[in-house]
């Protein structure tokens, strides 16, 4: 009987210390959900809400946060030492960040290299209508152009526009209050 | 077996309790506690909801249908008063409270209050943090949130961590009565205001507040409930009666009711009795209701079992196997073990007290002992120890090594001196077929606590009549700190001498008789104890951070 009990007990602790929950909960992933709503109630109006397409071999979800400020993720390859962050924001500051090939349709891309050697670090930007999406990562150089590379594949932009219709349709949550002002045009700040 | 058939007189028949009633200190679960399960209860099929579309669309409706009404009453004074009032939600506000709760609880060593907090402090968040990633729910939608607001919905943490500290803190720290309903007014309605205008803000759905409140208030609460209850573990800043049960109202008169029928006996008198001297169970003294006959009784409760079980674990593991260590696994199985010794005991014509059987105040919870009463005894240095006791505290040693027994308890509070001659009490301990070692360990005990009243030289030449010197020596070299009852160690601290090098010098010279014993369960038991430790740590490490209190 007692082996049984200390058993249970023993178990039970070992569930919440490896979390029950899975590896991959609380992982925003690019499917209309209220994962995916909170995140676009952090910064309204913002035109894009970043999310995890599907993550590469190796990759792994690490945490997420979300407030009334914004919302931020980590993922990290098991190749790279340090994780990557993504955060969206309503505003950001590009600076001298080159622009590259937009990631989407309305989107303006940039990319700044903080350290190219020995490590190779910097950000990001995805900057839309009423919203900016900042990656920051830190690779150690060799594989960093691949996991350059297999981030931009794992993290995709979901219109805001399709995620209210699916929410709507979905659940029957109205995204956007109605009494909202109306969004902003631009928020980079130069 | 009644005290009067015993003694040979008759008397009226007890009753027997026929099946159905209930024991004369029933534990039911009270209508509050109910209530509070229920509430619990509830949140489970929320959150099932809330797991699928359909439920999450009726809940969400519904809340946000509520969210409308309310946001009808905002005002810019109302809005302003309830983005003041949302800064008791702030984590700090818990943080406060709860690292408040505990410092009072380590100061004043409530410990079982305070292991079932630490519990509830890092449970609560566990289980909210749990649900809120599987739920992941949005914010109200469809209304203009006023209020700062940081991860999920649901549950409300907030809520939820407020009312968690405010709930540990009055259960474990304000004294039940008056004084706790007031504070019970007082933080219901702290609670409620905040639960009000995190609405009117609308940072939470009501469900949000609701499932907060399931998981903040009505879990510990139930927790608290069942784990310390108040009639074992009352919150009271008394000195002294920790260890003990309070004998007075409900439980007063269950023990009347309960030695009436089971031993026969009308007692008015229900007082402690020298509870300075047992930290094993709650001794009390009871008179009869014609004031002719005093009972000893020994009060034991499902407290008093843990406390031997973790006493004898944590033996087991800093001295390996010395003895059967092995714990009880039930308060009937311990008392009926000290019913049984003191049969024993007497059957060997060891002096102890006449037992006279157990009383059940609440099935598999509480049990009375019941015994004679030695009146006119002292104790063993409250009197003149002569040659004669000595003889006589020697004698009983010795009987008890012929018999095959030890009483593994043997210190000043336990040895009583009555009309020159000397009784043992408290045989909770004893053991039939002891180690030699044991034994050898009953005899140096007795033989320090009769030198506390005599010289060590008397002593020891009365004990070379009835031991041989050999006999003598392995007694005291097997004595050591672990083998010394505290109350018989602190008294030799007091004194000037050292005894036990005193007897050393007198017996002829023994090996020190090694203590330290290793086993498979010895190591078994201590990594898994390490095991736990280190488990409890990173789970404490892990929460506290979860919960917002590091």
Redesign the interface.
Known sequence: MRPVRWGAVAAALALAVSGCAGADAGMPACEPSQRLGIMAQSVPGAAYVPCVVSLPPGWSFRSFEVDDSGARFALRSDRADRAVEVELAARCDVGSATPVAPRDEGVRTYQRAVSVSPRYAGRLYDVFADGCVTYTFDFARGPHIALLDELQTAVGLYPRRLLRQQLQQDLGITLDPRDRPPSRQTTIVP | MTLDRAAGHPVPLTRRRPSGEPPPLPRPVSAGTRAFLVACALVVPLWLALAT?LG??AV??TDLAVLDLVARLRTDALVDAAQGVAVLGSLWTFRALAWATLAVLVVTRRFQHLVVALGAFLVVP?VDG?AS???????P?????LG??????HPSRPVALVGLGLTVMLLTLVPAGRWRRRAVAAATGAIALLVAARLLLAVDHPTDAAAGLATGVALPAVAFRLLTPEDVFPVAYRRGARAHLDVGGRRGAAIRTAVARQAGVRVTGVEPFHLGTSAGSTPLRLVSDDGERVLFGKLYASTHMWSDRWYKLARTVRYGALEDERPF?AVRRLVQHEDHMLRVMRFAAVPTPEPYGIVEITPEREYLLLTEFLGGAVHITESEVTGATIDDALAVVRRMWDAGLAHRDIKPGNVLVRDGRVLLIDVAFAELRPTPWRQAVDLANMMLTLALGASPEQVYERALAMFSPAEIGEAFAASRGVTIPSELRSRLRERDDDLIARFCELAPPTPPVAIQRWSVRRVALTLAMLAGAA?AV??VA?NLRLAGLA
């Open positions: 579309d999450t669309r969400t409706r566990l749990i990633v599987w739920l992941g729910r949005m914010r939608a469809d209304v203009t949130i700062e607001w940081s991860g999920y919905a696994n488990l990173a789970l892990i």
